[in-house]
């Protein structure tokens, strides 16, 4: 379990997205608030004035503690590098999907790995069995993280984020690996 940092209702959003970086994400999930041009918010406003904007004054100290719940979350979602190859070592069948766009892919993948499509997105959803072993990675976890929460919310339970991207993957597991 993850240390929670302490946020308050009169911290900025992008403060609250630098300790936080699904706090948007929960957000929109549970109060529709941060996921369109219509229920956005500045990074310089203060969670109190958010939701005094959206009309939900009174909802803040329970985002507050949807923000935890949900960082708990994603924190589960998470394999650090050494763990993941650990286990692939030992056999165990892991699905390696990088989600970044191709050039960044032309730059450095992990061996093994395949770039995500539209195409191999809905093959995972429709065809894929459900209880498949699946490492989302992008450069150093965000975009990934992502992935993982959505095929998740979709019905894959055994979905991952490398946590710390291709970058961490680079320093830890395979250091000829190039950064960038």
């Known amino acids: 379990m993850i240390a929670e940092k302490q946020i308050n209702q009169q911290m900025q959003m992008q403060d609250i ?9 929960a957000l929109f999930q549970k109060y529709h608030i941060g996921g369109c041009s219509s229920c956005g918010f500045a990074p310089t406003d203060t969670l109190a004035e958010v939701f005094v904007k959206h009309n939900r004054p009174a909802e803040v100290d329970g985002a507050i503690e949807w923000i935890y719940e949900s960082a ?13 190859k650990s286990e692939m070592d030992a056999g165990t069948p892991w699905k390696l999907i990088d989600v970044r766009d191709e050039m960044e892919a032309e730059i450095v993948s992990i061996p ?7 195409e191999m997105a809905y093959e995972i959803l429709q065809k894929w069995p459900k209880d498949t072993k ?45 950064r960038y």
């Open 112 to 118: 093994g790995s395949e770039l995500i499509t539209r």
């Open 134 to 178: 699946i490492a989302f990675y992008c450069h150093t976890g965000v975009r990934s993280l992502e992935a993982a929460s959505y095929f998740k919310g979709h019905g894959l339970p055994n979905v991952k984020s490398l946590r710390g991207g291709v970058d961490r993957w680079a320093v830890e597991i395979d250091t000829s690996l190039p």
């Open 72 to 84: 708990r979350v994603d924190e589960a979602m998470q394999i650090d590098p050494q763990t993941l």
């Open 17 to 25: 997205m630098n300790i936080y970086p699904s706090a948007k994400r």
